[in-house]
C-alpha cells in the first residue's frame, strides 16, 4: 500500500531534533520557514454585507511644506474664547502685514502659519467690544443703552518668530527611511494638530483634547441641573500605514445655562417649593448643601450693562435683607436698597 506523504507542516513537526548524550535535544542548526494555512476559496460572496465604522483616517502631508512657528502674548491676559476673537479681528485687519496668511491658533501662545509674516517681531492693537448681557434680550428692549453696550476694550498683541521647520523628518520616520534612528518630531506634528483643530475650536466647547456642541444630536437632560453634550476626541498618531488621525465619541455633563434659582431648584429638593417657604430661612444643613452646590461654579451677573463672570466662593452669613452695605461717603445702606436705588427695581 502507497501512502500519501504528509503535509509540510506535520513534515516540520515530525522532524524532532536529536539528542546529546546527556538526554538533551540538540537544536537543528537549520530552521524552516512557517507558511500560514492558504485560505479554502477567495473569500466567498455569499455572506450578508455588514457595513464597518472606522475611528482612523490617513492624513496626507506636504513634506516640503514649511511652517513657521510664532509666539503670543496678549494683554490683559484674555480667556481663551476672547483670545480667539483677538485673533479673527487681527487676521482681518492686517491681511497685508500677516501676507494674507491665515493662521491657526491653539488659543494660548501658539500660532502657526504656512506664509512667514513680513516681520520676525509685531505688535498690534485691538479693540474689542465687550458684550453686553442685556443684549441677549428681544430685539427692542433697552435701547437707551445701545451707546454703552459699544464699550471697547483695548488689547496689546506682541508676535515673534520662534521656529520654522517642515515634514521632511516626520515623512522619514513614518517611512523608515536609512538605517538610522529617527526621533518622532513633535514640533511638526503639535502643528499638524492645532492646525485640524482650528475650526471645530471655534464652534465647539473645548475641553482638554475633546470638543463638544449641541449641534451634535442636541443636548439631553440628565437631571441635577445637568445636560449631556455629544463631542469627540481627535489626536494625530504615528501608524506602520502613514499618519492617521484617531476621532473617538464621547459624552460629558455640563451644567445648564440657567438662573441660579432655577438651578438650585433642579439640583436640591428642599428648593422645589421656594415660592411657598421665602420668609423662612436656609437651616445649617441647608445651607451647606447649597454652598456645596455652586462652590466653584461659573456665573455671570445679568443686571449690569456688561456681562462679568465670578465664581462662587460661598454665602454670606446674614440673609440679604440684613446685610448692610457703606456708600462712598461712609453712610451705611441695605443690599436690598442699594439695588433698588441703583437699579430702580
Known amino acids: 500500500m502507497q501512502t500519501a506523504p504528509e503535509p509540510e507542516w506535520v513534515q516540520r513537526r515530525s522532524k524532532v531534533a536529536p539528542r546529546g548524550g546527556d538526554g538533551r535535544r540538540m537544536m537543528a542548526a537549520k ?32 513634506p516640503s511644506q514649511r511652517i513657521f512657528h510664532y509666539n503670543v502674548e496678549m494683554s490683559p491676559n484674555p480667556s481663551k474664547e476672547v483670545a480667539r476673537m483677538i485673533k479673527q479681528k487681527l487676521v482681518e485687519n ?11 491658533y491653539d488659543g494660548r501662545k501658539n500660532l502657526y502659519s504656512a506664509v512667514e509674516f513680513q516681520n520676525d517681531r ?50 522619514s520616520y513614518l517611512s523608515k527611511e536609512g538605517d538610522d534612528w529617527i526621533p518622532l518630531p513633535q514640533d511638526y506634528l503639535h502643528a499638524l494638530d492645532v492646525v485640524l483643530r482650528e475650526s471645530p475650536s471655534e464652534k ?21 441641573g445637568a445636560v449631556g453634550l455629544r463631542g469627540f476626541f481627535q489626536s494625530l498618531r504615528p501608524t506602520q500605514q502613514g499618519l492617521a488621525l484617531n476621532v473617538d465619541s464621547s459624552v460629558s455633563a455640563f451644567h445648564e445655562s440657567i438662573g441660579v434659582i432655577p438651578y438650585l431648584q433642579k439640583r436640591l429638593e428642599f428648593l422645589k417649593d421656594l415660592h411657598q417657604r421665602k420668609t423662612r430661612c436656609l437651616s445649617g444643613e441647608e445651607k451647606r448643601e447649597v454652598e456645596k ?12 450693562e456688561t456681562v462679568q463672570r465670578y465664581r462662587v466662593y460661598g454665602l454670606t452669613e446674614e440673609a440679604t435683607e440684613n446685610l448692610w452695605f457703606p456708600d462712598r461717603d461712609g453712610k451705611k445702606y441695605k443690599a436690598s436698597e442699594l439695588l433698588q436705588g441703583s437699579l430702580q427695581l
Open 122 to 171: 509685531l505688535e498690534f492693537f485691538i479693540s474689542l467690544p465687550i458684550p453686553s448681557s442685556k443684549s441677549r434680550l428681544p430685539y427692542g428692549e433697552f435701547n437707551d443703552l445701545k451707546q454703552k453696550q459699544q464699550q471697547l476694550k483695548l488689547f496689546r498683541i506682541n508676535i515673534k518668530l520662534v521656529s520654522k521647520f517642515d515634514g521632511k523628518e516626520l515623512n
Open 94 to 104: 492686517n491681511s497685508a502685514v500677516l501676507c494674507g496668511a491665515y493662521p491657526a
Open 31 to 62: 530552521t524552516q520557514a512557517l507558511v500560514a494555512t492558504k485560505r479554502p476559496d477567495s473569500g466567498g460572496v455569499e455572506g450578508p454585507v455588514i457595513s464597518l465604522l472606522a475611528n482612523h483616517f490617513l492624513v496626507q502631508f506636504d
Open 204 to 224: 465647539c466647547i473645548t475641553m482638554g483634547r475633546s470638543l463638544y456642541s449641541s449641534s451634535m444630536e442636541g443636548t439631553k437632560e440628565i437631571g441635577g
Open 293 to 304: 452646590a455652586l462652590k466653584n461654579i461659573r456665573v455671570f451677573v445679568c443686571h449690569r
